[in-house]
């Protein structure tokens, strides 16, 4: 019986194809992956669930807290995202939305797909390339004391080359006036108000929530349900999945995604900070201090960088 009922599968999938119907055409996104969208055939032999372009995406910020989060939101079974960063929006774009759609895992129904690439937040193209392929699609922002950012870039980048500059020499265009040098990558990602007026042009300060990468740390439970809220998900993930590791500093998962194990962030996260000249500290501090105010005007949320 179950040979005969196999014979049929596959005798109707060519003859049978031309009946399925997907609904009204919905977004953009809908209509360029169609061509190689999972058939249910192909969903019965590769694995349930189908491929879908990510309804909501980790813009950013760099170093501000996205791997924990996207780590801590695979705990719940609703959310699939893929592990490693795209980059489809800053670097690979040209390879196209049915190349991208290909990276995510499948989904049924009723799940979201996620993914996160801290870059996106800083590149200019990426807030109308996203809005191209959905307008409607959710965004989320890590963001950090903009001072203490800047030091882990540069603690991150010391790591993989020790000979160079030190920070205090990098942050200066000229120590001796006090100019700092925007045009450094670990001081200009933290002038978050100046790349959120960017994202502003595109989408609504609605579809954009802000998570606090000092709060993720303090209180993970709670910014996880904020995030489990923007995202219209009940709130599984709650305090029970959390654990504070006070050698690395930072909260941990008692049990990852499929594992039945406890799981901290490797080795590469909660590196020791070198020690910075507090003189450079401060004058960080005051430059950052007015983008700081007009980011909590623009957000509505005061993060007490100050």
Not at 36 to 57: E, H, M, V, W
Not at 114 to 119: G, Q, R, W
Not at 126 to 154: E, F, N
Not at 231 to 247: A, M, P, Q, S, V
Request: some cysteine.
């Amino acid at each position: 019986m179950f040979f005969l009922w196999l014979y049929m599968f596959y005798s109707c999938a060519g003859s049978c194809a031309g009946l399925a119907t997907r609904g009204s055409p919905g977004p953009l996104e809908e209509q360029r992956a169609a061509p190689d969208a999972a058939s249910p055939i192909s969903s019965f032999f590769n694995g349930s669930g189908t491929k879908r372009l990510p309804q909501a995406i980790i813009i950013g910020v760099k170093k501000g807290g996205t791997r924990a989060l996207l780590e801590f939101l695979r705990v719940h079974p609703d959310v699939r995202a893929v592990g490693a960063e795209p980059h489809f929006f800053d670097r690979n774009y040209e390879r196209g939305l049915a190349w991208y759609r290909d990276l995510m895992p499948r989904t049924l129904e009723g799940q979201i797909t996620m993914e996160k690439t801290p870059s996106y937040f800083v590149t200019k193209e990426a807030p109308a390339r996203i809005s191209s392929m959905s307008k409607g699609t959710k965004l989320i922002v890590v963001v950090r004391d903009p001072v203490t950012r800047a030091i882990s870039d540069y603690t991150q980048t010391l790591s993989k080359k020790p000979d160079i500059p030190t920070f205090e020499s990098l942050t200066f265009k000229n120590r001796t006036t006090g100019l700092i040098d925007t045009s450094w990558s670990a001081i200009q990602i933290g002038i978050y108000a100046k790349h959120l007026e960017n994202w502003l042009l595109y989408f609504p300060i609605g579809q954009i929530l802000f998570v606090s990468g000092e709060r993720l740390i303090s209180d993970p439970a709670g910014e996880l349900g904020r995030v489990q809220d923007f995202l219209g998900l009940k709130r599984i993930i709650t305090d029970k999945h959390f654990y504070f590791n006070k050698t690395k500093g930072f909260p941990c998962l008692k049990k990852a995604e499929g594992s039945s194990k406890p799981h901290c962030l490797g080795k590469t996260k909660g590196r020791t900070h070198p020690d910075i000249d507090q003189e450079v500290v401060q004058r960080l501090r005051d430059f950052y201090r007015p983008f700081n105010m007009k980011f909590y005007q623009m957000t509505g949320q005061d993060f007490g960088w100050d």
